[in-house]
Structures are given as C-alpha cells and as structure tokens.
C-alpha cells in the first residue's frame, strides 16, 4: 500500500476533535486507556484528560497565527496521538483549537498503536514519537508535518534520553510539563506559523 492509501485508510477509521474528546473524557473516568491497559498508562490518561481541558479553556492563539490558519485553502489534519501521552496533552487541544479557525480544515484524529503502518512513515529519529500532525492537501499530498513537541524540547528529551544518568521518566516528564507550563505554548503557535508560512 503506498502513502496515500495508508492515510485514505487512516481518515476513514479517524475520529473528529469532538468524538476523540469524548473518548479521552469516558477513558479517564472509567479507569482506561487507548492501547495497552497498563496502570501507568491509565494513570497519564486520566492526568492528561485533567490538563487537555485546561490547555483547551486558557490557551490563547496568537494574532500571526490566526490570520495564517484563517487564510489556507481546503486542507485534511491529520493527528496520531494516545490519550497518555503527555506531549499529546499539552498540544492536541492547542491544535485542535488553530483547526477551529477555519471550517476548511478537517481535524482527524487518529490512535498510533492502530495505525503503526501510518506512523512509520512519520518516525521521529526512527522512534513511533507522538504526537504527530500531517497537514494534507485536497489530494492528500502531505503539505508539512509537524510534532512531536517544539524543537527546544525535542533537544531536551534527546539530551536526557542519550544521558547514561538519566533520571527515571517518571521524575523526567515534570521536567517536560514545566517547561510546557513556562513555556505557554508559545514554541508550538511560533512553529505552526512558520510551517503554514512555507
């Protein structure tokens, strides 16, 4: 199957921006995941549902950012994330907002561990990172490809995942939300911006 088969595939099986929410929302408060049903997981998916609705209230988009969104012609996003993904929490509300801006773009969302033939194609340092935006044209060219979290951060995970003292994830993703909280989703708007630029 080529590219464009993979993601007609993949938007046939998607969900919108209010299906995904409303999964996430019934995920969390009755104890489960998307994949694998393991306590950790469970456990970020029912954080993640907490800081999605925050992110989604407070987030303000930036007047550049606005304009660009509000100007694009037809365009399919397409979004591979989990419900326990941290990064995911700080960006899909984020995402799913900028998509709101224009009823051209078609916000799908999709599961990575159902579509591992999708995400392949999208690997960050041959890893399956999430989240991942594909924006796509009407014909589903991909036009960019954004994700798994601003470049800043992106170097910081890298730094601490190569590190032979790395402190355990589970003290090194408070690193990574507090540099999302101090950070206020400024890198991710100013990224966007540039890819819809190009």
Known sequence: MDLKQIISK??????????YERMFTSFASEGKTSGEQKEDLIHYTKLNAQRSKRIAKTSV??????????GLSKQTWLLITETWCGDAA???PLISKVAELNE???LRIVLRDEHTELMDHF???????IPKLIALDADLNVLFDWGPRPEELQRIYWDWRDSENKMPYSEFHLVIQKWYNDNKLEAIQSELSTLLKS
Do not use: C, F, M
């Open 10 to 19: 993949a938007i046939e099986a998607s969900y919108s921006s209010d299906e």
């Open 61 to 70: 988009l930036h007047p550049d950012l606005i304009k660009k969104v509000q």
């Open 90 to 92: 700080n960006s899909v």
């Open 104 to 106: 051209g773009i078609d």
């Open 123 to 129: 690997l960050t340092k041959g890893g399956r990172s």
